[in-house]
């Protein structure tokens, strides 16, 4: 199968590479040129520009920061809608707001596309051993269609309701995750200051009521878990900037339909902190060193 992916970042590549060991044909693009050189030394075709990508595939993948890069993607005079095979699947698994996914998934549709929204979990470890889980919004059809495809990067493929349905869950299960590191990282400072070491505490609340999985896999105190970013000076992984842009989906997604979210609230001030005070690009895990 041939396939174009645009957004060959932390997340993307990894992605893309698996499509290539599964023997898919990949045309790639992403602003970054060491991305590029990567992807090109794995094997896979770098195209001129975004469009390009879109060239005689059957499947268009995108990875992409934030819902702007999305709607500047996909839309417009410019964008792959209007440049594009209306017969290639698209497959957007970038995390952005619900209503943009909506509105994009609309216009894909006017033009006769097939989209979902198919946004990930897991991590770039998730992404590098193909074990991520996608959470998808879409017509059953469509989902069964790119089924195949996201088997090859993914564990888990769940079909959550129509488009947008998996951006919904996406911003849900990040503003929990961001939450969830806030309060390992402050039971871990706890118990430090008590004196205890923080692998034996890990160990022990791992076993008890308070486990989960930034305790379990993905523990924010240096030298607890090997092979986490919290252990390679907070390089890497899931940024700050990024976990702080999901929690503002969340709490905006939240207002929009009013529904209350005081921890999700609280969750995205503490980390625009900790962004502020100059860790923006480092790993999320690192608010486990956010001062008072």
């Known amino acids: 199968m041939k396939i174009g992916f645009v957004g060959l970042g932390n997340m993307g590549l990894p992605m893309a590479l698996n499509l290539i060991k599964a023997g898919h044909q990949v045309t790639g693009f992403d602003l970054v040129k060491s991305q590029l050189d990567a ?38 005079d410019t964008g792959l809608l209007a440049n594009a095979n209306p017969k290639t ?4 698994c970038s995390t952005i707001s619900p209503k943009v996914a909506q509105t994009v998934a609309a216009a894909a549709k006017a033009k006769s596309f097939v989209m979902i929204d198919a946004p990930v979990s897991g991590g770039t470890a998730g992404a590098q051993a193909g074990t991520l889980t996608f959470m998808v919004g879409g017509d059953a059809s469509a989902v069964e269609c790119a089924r195949p495809l996201l088997e090859k990067m993914g564990k888990n493929i769940f079909h959550a309701g129509t488009n947008g349905a998996g951006q919904t869950v996406k911003v ?43 305790l379990e896999l ?10 986490v970013p919290s252990s390679k000076g907070y390089a890497g992984g899931f940024g700050v900037d990024l976990m702080l842009k999901d929690l503002g989906l969340a709490v905006e ?5 009013d529904a209350s979210v005081p ?24 608010v486990f060193n956010l001062k008072k």
């Open 253 to 257: 997604n939240a207002e929009n339909l």
């Open 218 to 227: 993905y523990n924010p105190c240096p030298g607890v878990m090997e092979n």
């Open 39 to 76: 992807f090109a030394a794995a094997g896979g075709i770098v195209a001129v520009d975004a469009n390009a990508t879109a060239k005689d595939v059957d499947v268009l993948i995108s990875m992409l920061p934030a819902s702007r890069h999305v709607e500047r993607l996909y839309l417009g």
């Open 263 to 286: 921890l999700g609230k609280l969750a995205q001030q503490l980390y625009e902190t900790h962004s502020k005070a100059g860790n923006g690009q480092l790993d999320f895990s690192s």
């Open 89 to 92: 699947l698209l497959i957007d």
């Open 172 to 214: 849900c299960n990040n503003m929990m995750l961001g939450i969830q590191m806030l309060g390992t990282s402050e039971a871990l400072r706890l118990g430090i200051a008590n004196g205890m070491d923080p692998k034996v505490l890990s160990d022990i609340m791992s076993k008890s009521s308070g486990r989960n999985w930034a």
